[in-house]
């Protein structure tokens, strides 16, 4: 069997990193992965002295090619282009080969264009839920986005979604206009709960902010989606009540100034951290963590949180009520209610009670995820099943 992928995560150029030795474990399940990645400038590509800013190799049978365009509205016909000439070179034929796209936009699009012209099947995977009316609403790109979606899905052979939100999105508010169907799987982003569990904890966020008796975590993209100004609203009426409360920012993304300026006035009550690759620490040694966002297709960083044994309270997006159950292990709030949330919050400060039935109900979660070996597993079976 062989995959031809299309995907935009840059963090595939950095040789140490979790994305490509997940790629890496990927090309393991196959005879040979092919991957082209959106990028704009030949700077992007953290390459070896045996790669080349044209294909580089990261194991034996896995190899990436950067689109290396002029700007990024040139990224799908320069991915087209390089798919057709990966084919032809590698000799990928329709009985033993898949195309699969990142996600069903920019990546699907050439997917759609290399799967139709070779005769080829195409699975298209699906991370957000684009049908939800606040990815409309963020910007016309979005929009467009919709659109071509809606183009897409009905002519792909197989759909992997990444949550049961996102299947039940798409089967109850996509009109297909008697368009067939294509079957839609749900295959969850992988996270090693076991992992997580037995992680050391390296930083205690208490004892690096003794200042605060209560600690919330919030870890994401600082983007307009996320709504992290949600929070800051809420904070800034519960220091009021509970003056010793910290709301610690982790990440960075184009809101960062805008919400630090917003941030003035709780200066004493908001921490802004750069990234880190040790959120499992943080996870460990907050008070709650928290997740705001509009619309999510999955919601990595709770699920991550959950199997930290976290506290966590999350907006009605992702996860919510598939992994993260209100009541049983995490609190939900309607999106954008920011009363519900500070309820949420006063609720995790005082209900003791509380606190021990969610964190039981977190442990319990770690033994029903699937194992590294079992995903990988399913991971195979979704590819093989429509050559």
């Known amino acids: 069997m062989k995959i031809l992928s299309i995907g935009t995560d840059k963090n595939l150029f950095y040789e140490n990193s979790e994305v490509r030795q997940r790629m890496i474990e990927y090309g393991n399940l196959v005879e040979e992965l092919h991957i082209i990645m959106f990028a704009t400038q030949k700077s992007e590509i953290r390459s070896t002295k045996s790669e080349t800013n044209s294909k580089i190799k990261i194991s034996n049978n896995t190899f990436v090619y950067p689109t290396n365009s002029g700007s990024r509205w040139f990224y799908v016909w320069d991915a087209i282009k390089i798919g057709e000439e990966i084919i032809g070179n590698w000799k990928l034929k329709i009985e033993n080969s898949l195309v699969t796209a990142q996600d069903p936009f920019e990546c699907g699009l050439v997917g759609y264009r290399i799967a139709k012209k070779l005769k080829l099947p195409l699975q298209l995977q699906i991370h957000t839920d684009f049908l939800s009316p606040y990815f409309v609403q963020h910007s016309m790109l979005n929009r467009l986005r919709v659109r071509i979606a809606k183009?897409?899905?009905?002519?792909?052979?197989?759909?992997?979604?990444?949550?049961?939100?996102?299947?039940?999105?798409?089967?109850?508010?996509?009109?297909l206009h008697g368009e067939v169907q294509p079957p839609i799987i749900v295959l969850p982003v992988f996270v090693d709960a076991k992992k997580i569990q037995e992680a050391p904890t390296r930083i205690d966020l208490h004892q690096k902010y003794p200042q605060?008796?209560?600690?919330?975590?919030?870890?994401?993209?600082?983007?307009?989606?996320?709504?992290?100004?949600?929070?800051?609203?809420?904070?800034?009426?519960?220091?009021?009540?509970?003056?010793?409360?910290?709301?610690?920012?982790?990440?960075?993304?184009?809101e960062e100034?805008?919400?630090?300026?917003?941030?003035?006035?709780?200066?004493?009550?908001?921490?802004?951290?750069?990234?880190?690759?040790?959120?499992?620490?943080?996870?460990?040694?907050?008070?709650?963590?928290l997740l705001t966002s509009n619309y999510e297709g999955y919601g990595r960083t709770v699920v991550e949180a959950?199997?930290?044994?976290?506290?966590?309270?999350?907006?009605?997006?992702?996860?919510a009520g598939d992994i993260a159950k209100d009541g049983y292990n995490s609190l939900i709030v309607p999106v954008g209610d920011k009363i519900g949330l500070e309820r949420a919050i006063e609720k995790m400060i005082n209900d003791k009670a509380l606190?021990?039935?969610?964190?039981?109900?977190?442990?319990?979660?770690?033994?029903?995820?699937?194992?590294?070996?079992?995903?990988?597993?399913?991971?195979?079976k979704s590819w093989e099943a429509y050559l």
């Open 355 to 380: 606190h021990a039935k969610l964190s039981l109900s977190s442990e319990n979660l770690i033994y029903k995820m699937l194992s590294k070996r079992e995903y990988l597993e399913q991971l195979k």
């Open 151 to 175: 183009f897409l899905i009905p002519r792909a052979t197989c759909i992997r979604v990444v949550s049961e939100r996102i299947k039940k999105s798409i089967l109850g508010r996509l009109n």
């Open 212 to 254: 605060f008796n209560f600690i919330i975590l919030m870890a994401s993209r600082l983007t307009k989606e996320k709504n992290i100004g949600l929070a800051m609203k809420a904070v800034k009426d519960l220091v009021k009540k509970y003056p010793k409360i910290g709301l610690v920012i982790v990440g960075d993304g184009p």
């Open 257 to 289: 100034k805008k919400l630090k300026a917003q941030s003035l006035k709780l200066k004493a009550n908001v921490i802004f951290e750069p990234w880190t690759d040790d959120l499992i620490s943080y996870y460990k040694t907050c008070d709650v963590f």
């Open 306 to 319: 959950l199997a930290s044994g976290s506290l966590v309270i999350m907006t009605d997006v992702g996860v």
